[in-house]
């Protein structure tokens, strides 16, 4: 009886104006990202101020992509755990809800062994593959290594929020992260600032901090009488739900996967112009971070909304959630394309005073930033299809249409006017193709018929 009180009154995602409901959820996801972009982009302000610029492409570049290869694998599998829980929570199946969970933190625990031990091993390979600046690679192989090793802790905090979310509670969540960014914060100043540990004390508190929201998913999944409740001794997996997880976080996970390997190819072409250049893309990368994560946000959002409307059986309001979260989600990309732009000077002065890279980041910002309105159709209707179980038409054409696209630029494009800028315009170029692909798969209907009758 707990129980099903406890559903019914924390599913209001079913019901009630859709704007309100896709703002409650965005905005708490939306300043949970925030946290999370603000400490990497702590990271590279004071590395870059009290260390130096060969260390700020350690912590950024080559090492980035890397990481994100293996960690946006497991990021995407976690979100399998998202649309299913919030199918079965949206249907009212709750002894197949908490097999979902318990499948998910069994998939944690494994995946975050595996992944973590990949990682450790092949760091030196892939940096060197890669053609990582000779002043940077030390600093980047002990980065990576340590990050590695805390790849448990970052899974176990995913699949966490990744259930919450499911159920409707985004505030824990934004919680957790803001009291992970705090610790990696005070410890970033405590160990680079006044133990000058360097890139190591990034590395280690980087790591800390995830264990911290690690502990504080698992404090708030163990919770007692509430539907998705966390039982250790019922941790296992069960077969058909590890099949629905990984038939929707798969494909969520390689394309991903596509995207880091697409660019992993770009940055081994911009770790070619220089040390200065990997310095300048790193800035840039935490500026335009913030971007992506209001996009992000949004994906998680429609995802999340859409997969308990279907689950629900309630088409229109699915249909309507899309258009109005397309519309939301332009409108919140012209305000940060403006303020990058209005303010792009100021923005990368907080990372270098270094000349030289000032120069090329602002160049990186100033083609870039106009551009990614043309991004949106794929972030909005990629998550909501998504959110029916159907992740593979999403990874499919995303991979053709930006990963396989960008590749391709690098091999017959790059050649030809070998500049920085030729390797920018593949993005937006690559962008709005995707998106056109997406509108017209979106208005034939195929991704909803199936189900909807």
């Not at 649309?83 to 995946?111: D, M, N």
């Amino acid at each position: 009886m707990e129980e099903s009180s406890s559903l019914s009154q924390g599913n209001s995602i079913t019901d009630g104006v859709i704007w309100k409901q896709l703002l409650t959820f965005f905005f708490p996801i939306l300043f949970g990202t925030f946290f999370q972009q603000l400490y990497n982009t702590v990271d590279a302000i004071i590395v870059g101020q009290f260390v130096g610029k060969e260390a700020l492409a350690a912590v950024g570049g080559s090492t980035s992509v890397l990481i994100n290869l293996l960690v946006n694998l497991f990021v995407g599998i976690s979100s399998g755990t998202t649309v299913v829980v919030a199918q079965k929570y949206g249907a009212r199946k709750l002894e197949e809800l908490s097999q979902a969970v318990h499948t998910s933190f069994a998939l944690a625990l494994v995946g975050g062994l595996v992944l973590g031990a990949i990682g450790f091993l092949a760091a030196p390979f892939a940096l060197e593959a890669m053609g990582t600046p000779a002043d940077v690679m030390d600093g980047a192989l002990t980065y990576m290594r340590v990050i590695f090793l805390g790849t448990i802790a970052s899974c176990i905090y995913n699949i966490g929020s990744g259930v919450l979310r499911a159920v409707g509670d985004t505030k824990r969540p934004l919680y957790f992260l803001m009291a992970s960014c705090l610790t990696h914060i005070v410890l970033d100043l405590l160990l680079v600032v006044q133990f000058k540990m360097g890139v190591l004390g990034v590395a280690l508190a980087t790591v800390i901090s995830q264990v911290v929201s690690a502990v504080l998913a698992i404090l708030a999944l163990v919770q007692e009488g509430v539907v998705y409740q966390l039982d250790f001794h019922k941790i296992r997996f069960t077969p058909s739900i590890l099949r629905s997880v990984l038939n929707v976080g798969l494909p969520a996970g390689l394309q991903s996967d596509m995207y880091a390997i697409s660019n992993i190819i770009i940055q081994s072409c911009i770790n070619s112009f220089g040390t200065d250049t990997v310095a300048a893309w790193t800035a840039f990368g935490k500026i335009d971070g913030f971007f992506w994560m209001v996009m992000g946000a949004f994906g998680v959002s429609i995802t999340t909304f859409v997969s308990q409307n279907y689950g629900a059986m309630k088409y229109d309001r699915v249909k309507k959630s899309i258009k109005v979260c397309l519309g939301m989600a332009f409108l919140f990309t012209v305000v940060v394309s403006t303020f990058f732009l209005v303010f792009a000077n100021p923005l990368y002065h907080l990372f270098t005073s270094d000349a030289n890279v000032l120069e090329l980041g602002l160049m990186m910002l100033r083609y870039m930033a106009p551009f990614y309105w043309t991004y949106i159709f794929v972030e909005i209707l990629s998550g909501a299809i998504r959110g029916t179980g159907n992740a593979l038409t999403p990874m499919l054409l995303t991979c053709g249409g930006i990963c396989v696209m960008r590749v391709l630029w690098i091999i017959f494009i790059l050649p030809l006017r070998r500049e920085m800028t030729t390797v920018i315009y593949s993005y937006p170029i690559s962008w709005a193709f995707t998106s056109v692909l997406f509108i017209v798969y979106y208005l034939r209907g195929n991704w909803l018929k199936t189900k909807a009758q």
